[in-house]
């Protein structure tokens, strides 16, 4: 079967760094998203790899390697506003994205 | 403003009733798709189209179906709601699965609530 696994919470420090973790396997791959889900709202697009390597976009970062199903979005000088909800989806070879349950980001002052 | 709008935002229903998430959007995208998010769960699809005329099943569509007379409008229907079907449902948009980074752009959501 296909599976996406992320963790179900991290904790981390208002200006710092933290990386979430994401593993996938899937029937095929056609790319990797990273969105983003404030409680009770809709989820925003963050990022999407497609190739191995490193993606950055302003505090966030998302990296690849498709050889180990592996990614993970860095958030680097922590915000209170980044608390919130990140998911990570793959494409799969059916063009279909199959979601990981999401990590719930707290961040402490 | 472009987006995805949904209504109702929130809905309690007695079990066995007939209910319609509504669901339109304005940046005239090609593929639409209805998802439940549940605590604990990835999103998971329900139903999708990829172009107005056309739809198919996605992961956990029993229960569900939907319409695409036109490219701004995709309903959701629960025929008789049963309890399970408790959740958070998000509409969203994309140029289409084929069109490189398929980025979803998603509504506000509407939370129902079976009893």
């Known amino acids: 079967g296909q599976n996406i696994d992320q963790p179900t919470e991290m904790t981390a420090t208002e200006g710092a760094i933290v990386q979430i973790n994401c593993t996938y396997q899937?029937?095929?791959?056609?790319?990797l998203f990273w969105y983003q889900q404030h409680a009770g709202e809709a989820p925003t697009f963050l990022s999407y790899n497609v190739l191995d390597g490193l993606e950055e976009k302003g505090r966030f970062s998302s990296f690849l390697s498709r050889s180990k199903g592996y990614s993970y979005l860095l958030l680097k000088e922590l915000q209170m506003k980044d608390s919130a909800s990140y998911l990570c989806a793959v494409s799969d070879s059916n063009y279909q994205l199959i979601w990981g349950a999401g990590t719930k980001l707290i961040i402490k002052p | 403003i472009a987006g995805i709008t949904q209504a109702p935002t929130s809905q309690i229903l007695a079990a066995g009733r007939r209910m319609t998430l509504r669901c339109t959007q304005d940046?005239?995208?090609?593929?639409m798709y209805w998802y439940r998010q549940d605590l604990g769960l990835g999103l998971r699809l329900i139903h999708y189209s990829n172009t107005a005329g056309t739809t198919g099943k996605g992961e956990v569509p029993d229960g569900y179906s939907v319409s695409r007379a036109n490219t701004d409008d995709f309903p959701l229907t629960l025929a008789s709601a049963v309890p399970s079907q408790t959740s958070v449902y998000f509409c969203a948009s994309s140029t289409g699965p084929l069109s490189g980074a398929n980025v979803l752009t998603f509504g506000a959501g509407s939370r129902l609530t079976v009893l």
């Open positions: 940046m005239r995208h090609n593929a």
């Open positions: 899937t029937s095929g791959f056609n790319g």
